[in-house]
Nanobody
Framework: QVQLVESGGGLVQAGGSLRLSCAAS????????LGWFRQAPGKEREFVAS????????????TYADSVKGRFTISGDSAKNTVYLQMNSLKPEDTATYYC???????????????WGQGTQVTVSS
């Protein structure tokens, strides 16, 4: 069992930046891929970004939702079993609870996730 703990959410003005972190309790074959989803009130949970490592977390293949391409960057630190989501040029529509997720392969849909974090709130004011 892998536990995921997110941090870094908060309140920011439109155009600002935030960095989310997600620390995994272990590195196993079931969390070769880490990613982020978000869920706004009254809406379904949606994919944001994913990073998949083939071995040793030395480099990763990244995938982004169209709505965040060019603004968000996902990256990882293998020594800390941690993945980051750098969010720039934030918009009010980015307001949501952001969830870290993990799986053995790229997690692009909720059904592909093996593990979920507890979520961290991001609020972007206009």
């Amino acid at each position: 069992q892998v536990q995921l703990v997110e941090s870094g959410g908060g309140l920011v003005q439109a155009g600002g930046s935030l960095r989310l972190s997600c620390a995994a309790s272990a590195r196993t074959s079931t969390n070769n891929a880490l990613g982020w989803f978000r869920q706004a009130p009254g809406k379904e949970r949606e994919f944001v970004a994913s990073i998949f490592w083939s071995a040793f977390w030395s480099s990763g293949t990244t995938t982004y939702a169209d709505s965040v391409k060019g603004r968000f960057t996902i990256s990882g630190d293998s020594a800390k079993n941690t993945v980051y989501l750098q969010m720039n040029s934030l918009k009010p529509e980015d307001t949501a609870t952001y969830y870290c997720t993990a799986g053995p392969r790229p997690v692009l849909t909720t059904g592909q996730a093996y593990y979920w974090g507890q979520g961290t709130q991001v609020t972007v004011s206009s």
